[in-house]
């Protein structure tokens, strides 16, 4: 009854009588039915997004490649709507937070709609360290940002290009937390492959991971510090992006939220006054009331308009 869709059973009643039933997809935000196990009927409820027209929307293909060390990796290209196989594209590196056990599922993401909608391919990959593959994938990616971690989104990045699916002279990497940590870390590591960046609620120097936000501030928030990150402060300086301005060309935006408490504002305030100071031009958004996200609808408009016109600046089809 609903190919290409994902159906799952989020709630019953005792008897197993009746169910609820979440029915989604890539282009489908999704919507709830009542399953009768008598009648064997579903009875539609509520739909979330009802002004989506899943027809109009990007259909996400799911991709699986090789990193430099023969681990295999998997992720999701996203295309233009309409633009089924389409080449030599403006890319989006859209790199996912947490890092560890979280991931990037097949599933309506409505920042990578808007992005697909400008004309921009999504490419979004589950590097080591990321939730879903076992414990040894997991465990692969601790201590391993700016390492392994990272080498995991160049290397899918450059897939995208051997493909032909990227045009190598547009390609912008983006993320948030960990992600803008990606984005920024990308820049400065590989300073020929990206023409912009942007650092949303991102970490850019290691060492305040062990000072300031909530993290630090319980014991189990300590261990997990020392698991991912280690302690040697010499090696977190060097994996900072902050650390390694002298070999940035991307251009660069940075997206702070003021009452951000896992990734304080002085992350984003200290990069912004070191890019101000080597007189770097580079584009700020800042919200006092935010946290870790925008979450305000007129904040997350701005937002979303600000990234927008970047992109169309740097990547955009006239470049």
Request: net charge neutral; proline share 6%.
């Given at each position: ?109 409505p ?46 990045t ?30 400065v ?25 909530d ?42 939220g ?9 992350q984003?305030?200290?990069?912004h ?24 609808e007129?904040?997350r408009?701005?937002?979303l ?15």
């Amino acid at each position: 009854q609903f190919p290409g869709e994902e159906v799952r059973f989020t709630s019953s009643t005792r008897d197993g009588g009746k169910a609820v039933v979440f029915v989604h997809g890539d282009t489908d935000p999704g919507a709830f039915y009542l399953y009768d196990a008598t009648t064997k009927k579903l009875s539609f409820l509520l739909a979330r997004r009802p002004w989506i027209k899943p027809a109009q929307m990007a259909p996400m293909q799911p991709v699986e490649f090789a990193a430099r060390d023969g681990l295999r990796l998997h992720g999701y290209l996203t295309r233009p709507p309409g633009q089924a196989g389409a080449k030599n594209l403006p890319l989006v590196v859209y790199v996912h937070g947490g890092p560890y056990g979280i991931r990037d599922r097949w599933q309506f993401d409505p920042d990578v709609q808007a992005l697909a909608s400008r004309g921009y391919a999504v490419l979004q990959v589950n590097f080591r360290g990321s939730g879903g593959y076992g414990n040894a994938f997991y465990r692969a990616g601790l201590r391993e940002w700016g390492g392994k971690m990272q080498d995991d989104v160049t290397d899918a990045t450059h897939w995208a290009v051997t493909q032909g699916v990227a045009d190598p002279a547009r390609i912008c990497i983006f993320g948030g937390s960990y992600g803008g940590y990606a984005a920024l870390e990308g820049a400065v590591k590989e300073p020929d492959l990206y023409r912009c960046a942007i650092g949303y609620a991102g970490v850019y120097d290691l060492r305040l991971m062990y000072t300031r936000g909530d993290i630090p501030q319980t014991e189990y928030g300590e261990n997990y510090l020392k698991m991912a990150l280690g302690e040697d402060r010499d090696e977190l300086w060097d994996r900072s992006p902050i650390a390694h301005l002298d070999r940035l060309k991307a251009r660069v935006m940075l997206i702070v939220g003021g009452a951000d408490r896992r990734v304080p504002p002085l992350q984003g305030e200290n990069l912004h006054a070191a890019l101000l100071k080597r007189h770097v031009e580079h584009e700020w958004l800042y919200e006092r009331t935010e946290g870790h996200g925008f979450y305000g609808e007129g904040n997350r408009t701005e937002l979303l308009q600000r990234v927008l016109a970047f992109l169309d600046a740097q990547i955009g089809p006239k470049h």
